[in-house]
């Protein structure tokens, strides 16, 4: 199944259900200062407040098209009035697109499934590069060097969310809704498993150490040489 991922900075992102229609899966979630924080992989629609409590919803836009993970996403500035400034404002920092707010659930998909039918529509960057590792999404293979590395599904969507967020700690929480395996719940040690594989798969390509584990707090993968 197709996903594309619909990120929100509105809180109630978080509260929102995901939404199949055919062989496609709309995934919502919150989208803050610093970024996703989940595993973005798919085509990538935006919604993005003018007035955030954190910072404007024009340095938002700006911080998006530099983002790797989401310089390529659909951006739709939310504006709380139909203002002619605000919305030439809003494309010069970047955003596709501009709706009047509030919006709710129902309102951003169909501007989203409208965007599927013949709209400019999301794209999705399909290869990520980090050093020595490459990631094909297309392919569904990552090489390290050249070398392909021998992953299951789980453990590839672990190096692509790692490789999203390289040199950041994350969790084993953080790593389980990333990759969306909150429902039905799994036990945290699961991580640890998928760790100790990726582990395997990257030492056996010559990648070394390059998952490291930070005491009680969880993994980081380290993208210095």
């Known amino acids: 199944m197709r996903t594309i991922n619909i990120f929100l900075t ?19 979630a919150r989208l803050y200062p610093d970024g996703p924080r989940r595993l973005v992989e798919g085509p990538v629609c935006a919604f993005v407040d003018w007035v955030m409590d954190d910072l404007s ?22 504006l709380e009035e139909d203002d002619a ?13 501009y709706v009047v707010g ?3 659930r129902t309102a951003v ?6 965007l599927q039918v013949g709209g400019a ?8 590069e980090l050093g020595q590792l490459l990631v094909d999404l297309a392919a569904l293979q990552a090489r390290w060097n050249g070398q392909a590395l021998d992953l299951r599904p789980n453990e590839f969507r672990l ?31 699961t991580v640890d498993v998928w760790i100790g594989r990726l582990r395997r798969a990257l030492r056996k390509v010559g990648a070394g150490e390059r998952v ?4 009680s707090l969880g993994y980081v993968f380290d993208s210095y040489e």
């Not at 109630?12 to 062989?23: S, V």
């Not at 969310?161 to 799994?186: C, M, T, W, Y």
């Open 121 to 128: 529509q999301p794209r999705v960057t399909e290869r990520l």
């Open 212 to 215: 490291r584990t930070v005491r």
């Open 85 to 97: 400034e605000d919305k030439r404002r809003a494309l010069r920092a970047g955003a596709d697109d």
């Open 109 to 114: 998909l169909d501007r989203v499934m409208a």
């Open 10 to 28: 509105d809180p109630i992102a978080g509260d929102l259900p995901d939404f199949d229609n055919g062989d496609i899966r709309y995934v919502f």
């Open 57 to 78: 919803g024009l340095e938002m836009c700006r911080r998006l098209r530099t983002d790797p993970r989401m310089e390529d996403a659909h951006i739709t500035i939310v």
């Open 159 to 189: 190096l692509h969310f790692l490789a999203q967020n390289p040199n950041r700690v994350l969790s084993r929480a953080d790593l389980i809704a990333a990759l969306g395996k909150q429902e039905p719940p799994i036990d945290e040690r």
């Open 102 to 104: 509030p919006i709710d």
